[in-house]
T-cell receptor
Framework: AQSVAQPEDQVNVAEGNPLTVKCTYSVSGNPYLFWYVQYPNRGLQFLLK??????LVKGSYGFEAEFNKSQTSFHLKKPSALVSDSALYFC??????????????FGAGTTVTVRA | NAGVTQTPKFQVLKTGQSMTLQCAQD?????MYWYRQDPGMGLRLIYY???????DKGEVPNGYNVSRLNKREFSLRLESAAPSQTSVYFC?????????????FGDGTRLSIL
């Protein structure tokens, strides 16, 4: 079964420091991977995706993610975190369905807190 | 451009009551989805619809029914609410046929069942 795991429930960093949110995947075939962010009382917002090509993917709000096939990982990174980056982050993997569409299988989420 | 709109935003029900959660999108998307979000469990797919007139079960369909009323609207119904269905419900949509496109989410319906 296609799945992702987020090994950390919480990540705490100081503003200005690098931020990393970890995600590992388990898929058969080529993985299609996504990162979403959820701010309080809001829906999920798309950050970035990996389909094929460069292992370093750049997304919204200064975030990037590195795809590592040998380690089956897709970690989200930001070189210099902001207090406004405090949110809940979800990794997800595409799972094809029988109706010519795809579904997303989500990780449990990682709460990021950036302190001033 | 409203995107994905969910109503109501909050609701409290008693056990055994019924309720329909509404979702509408104005992006001309074919595919629509219903998820529930519970602490520590991420989002779990309840039902989805790849196109008008079709619906399929997701990971946790028991206790729910859906209707794809037209291309814009996809409703989720709880026929007899149970406390285990207390959750935050999200609707999402996306373009079908282009597997690279992400899903777009509404802001959720927070449902409490007493």
């Amino acid at each position: 079964a296609q799945s992702v795991a987020q090994p950390e429930d919480q990540v705490n960093v100081a503003e200005g420091n690098p931020l990393t949110v970890k995600c590992t995947y388990s898929v058969s075939g080529n993985p299609y991977l996504f990162w979403y962010v959820q701010y309080p009382n809001r829906g999920l917002q798309f950050l970035l995706k990996y389909i094929t090509g460069d292992n370093l993917v750049k997304g919204s709000y200064g975030f990037e993610a590195e795809f590592n096939k040998s380690q089956t990982s897709f970690h989200l990174k930001k070189p210099s975190a902001l207090v406004s980056d405090s949110a809940l982050y979800f990794c997800a993997v595409r799972v094809f369905s029988s109706s010519n569409d795809y579904k997303l299988s989500f990780g449990a989420g990682t709460t990021v807190t950036v302190r001033a | 451009n409203a995107g994905v709109t969910q109503t109501p935003k909050f609701q409290v029900l008693k056990t055994g009551q019924s309720m329909t959660l509404q979702c509408a999108q104005d992006m001309n998307h074919n595919s629509m989805y219903w998820y529930r979000q519970d602490p520590g469990m991420g989002l779990r797919l309840i039902y989805y619809s790849a196109s008008e007139g079709t619906t399929d079960k997701g990971e946790v369909p028991n206790g729910y029914n859906v209707s794809r009323l037209n291309k814009r609207e996809f409703s989720l119904r709880l026929e007899s609410a149970a406390p285990s269905q207390t959750s935050v419900y999200f609707c999402a949509s996306r373009v079908t046929g282009d597997s690279n496109q992400p899903q777009h989410f509404g802001d959720g319906t927070r449902l409490s069942i007493l």
